[in-house]
């Protein structure tokens, strides 16, 4: 029987999520739709409570509903309680079961597709909205020595640094410290600027030699803080695309039992992302 599936954002349109899930759906013999569905965060839970109605067994919430998906659940798993946002539902018997699968996606995505080493790493996490909290718990995980947050508000920075309770491994400092930090050996641009006109004013005195620079967004968003990063000489930089398509297969995972190969879907969606860039 055809299974129904969505991602709610806003904005959505852009989404790669439904190609990648009917990629995957046809790759495991899963019958699936998986359609996008704008909601503005006032109409965001009557639209979930709407598509559940129609028969929907999941769906994956992207910016801005991630904290709403973690109130509409009646249970979260460990990690998403930890985080406090969910990027997962799963329909169990009379209510939403959350999850997050942010931060295994990037670090499936950093360590078995890029082959790199996190561990002992002196990092730096730029943002503290939905996405760094997904992914800062697994960069612990991971084994990252030490994390400095900063972000345009410093309040949300403090909550996050609060929300994580390792004072002696994870601390925040102000946005306009920046130049007096030191450098990194990982950084992690997770704000949304690269969606905006304004560029991020960041100092090379943040890159070590050996410094690896992630930018969570991918396509002509993860191009102004990528080239930073290579202009200052930085050793190695990657956007956001491996994460996307690594946090999906573990969703379809929790969904249908089986994690698919994403080699085939990573390397379509690169070609043709990269087709669009040289095409501008
Ligand atoms: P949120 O809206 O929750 O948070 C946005 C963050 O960006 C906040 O920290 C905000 O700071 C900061 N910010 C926005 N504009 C600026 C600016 N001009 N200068 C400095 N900081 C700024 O969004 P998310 O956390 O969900 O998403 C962040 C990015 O991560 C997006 O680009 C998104 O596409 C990407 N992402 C990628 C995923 C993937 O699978 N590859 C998964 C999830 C997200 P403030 O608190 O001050 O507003």
Redesign the pocket.
């Known amino acids: 029987m055809r299974q129904h599936f969505a991602v709610f954002g806003q904005p959505i349109a852009h989404s790669l999520s439904p190609y990648i899930h009917a990629e995957f759906g046809k790759q495991c013999g899963v019958e699936l739709d998986y359609v996008a569905i704008e909601a503005s965060p006032e109409d965001f839970a009557s639209a979930v409570a709407t598509f559940r109605a129609a028969g929907g067994r999941g769906a994956n919430i992207?910016?801005?509903h991630?904290q709403a998906a973690y109130a509409l659940c009646k249970e979260v798993s460990e990690y998403a309680f930890h985080v406090g946002a969910v990027n997962t539902l799963m329909w169990q018997d009379d209510g939403w079961m959350g999850c997050n699968t942010?931060g295994v996606?990037l670090i499936v995505d950093l360590t078995e597709r890029e082959r790199l080493d996190l561990r002992g790493r002196r990092c730096l996490m730029?943002?503290?909205?939905?996405?760094?909290r997904?992914v800062v718990p697994a960069m612990l995980e991971a084994g990252v020595a030490e994390l400095i947050i900063v972000?345009?508000?410093a309040a949300?920075a403090d909550e996050l640094v609060d929300a994580v309770g390792e004072p002696d491994r994870v601390k925040s400092r102000y946005w306009e410290d920046l130049a007096a930090l030191g450098d990194f050996e990982l950084i992690i641009n997770?704000?949304?600027?690269?969606?905006?006109t304004?560029v991020?004013d960041l100092p090379f005195s943040l890159l070590s030699p050996r410094c690896l620079a992630v930018d969570?967004?991918?396509g002509k968003?993860a191009i102004p803080f990528l080239s930073w990063a290579k202009a200052g000489n930085c050793d190695h930089a990657v956007d956001?695309?491996g994460?996307?398509v690594e946090?999906a297969a573990e969703s379809f995972l929790r969904w249908h039992g089986v994690r698919p190969q994403t080699d085939g879907v990573y390397t379509t969606l690169r070609a043709k992302q990269d087709a669009l860039i040289s095409a501008d």
Do not use: I, V
Not at 126 to 132: E, I
Not at 190 to 196: E, L, N, R, S, V
């Open positions: 992207t910016l801005p991630k942010d996606g730029l943002g503290a909205g939905g996405a760094a997904g972000n345009r508000t949300r997770a704000t949304a600027a690269g969606h905006q304004t991020m969570l967004s991918y968003a956001g695309l994460m996307l946090q």
